[in-house]
């Protein structure tokens, strides 16, 4: 009878551990903000393209181009732009890139995503980038 219930108590434990690892990662709207006008719109000011605020796009929009992965009417990707790689190669220059240095790519995209969502056109809060 004690092995029983040991066992379940074992049984129950792993079970509540493994759907506490199991869940998804939660975005951070807010690092995503930081890391989008840190590095994304100072990228966009020095260019002919100027800034690209939140605003300017709906959800669906924001959704469908992070999804495509196509930046620069598809002659580059928008993973590139938050890849380790980039952001070692920008991050001497650049406060969040140094910052964000170590964060998992999947993360970031997702932070920023979230950002560009809460922002969009008809998000809950539209945002610029001034």
Not at 26 to 46: F, I, L, N, P, Q
Request: charged content about 25%.
């Amino acid at each position: 009878m004690k092995t029983a219930k040991t066992l379940s108590a074992a049984a129950l434990s792993i079970l509540l551990g493994a759907s506490f690892t199991a869940q998804a990662y939660e975005a951070d709207w807010k690092r995503g903000r930081v890391y989008y006008r840190s590095v994304c719109t100072s990228c966009h000011v020095a260019m002919p393209v100027g800034s690209i605020n939140p605003s300017t796009k709906t959800k669906a929009d924001w959704t469908a181009y992070i999804q495509a992965d196509k930046h620069a009417k598809g002659k580059d990707t928008v993973s590139k732009y938050v890849s380790k790689a980039y952001r070692a190669s920008i991050k001497s220059g650049n406060k969040a890139a140094e910052k964000f240095a170590d964060t998992p790519e999947t993360e970031l995209m997702d932070d920023i995503k979230a950002f560009l969502i809460k922002g969009a056109k008809d998000g809950d809060a539209p945002a610029t980038c001034s």
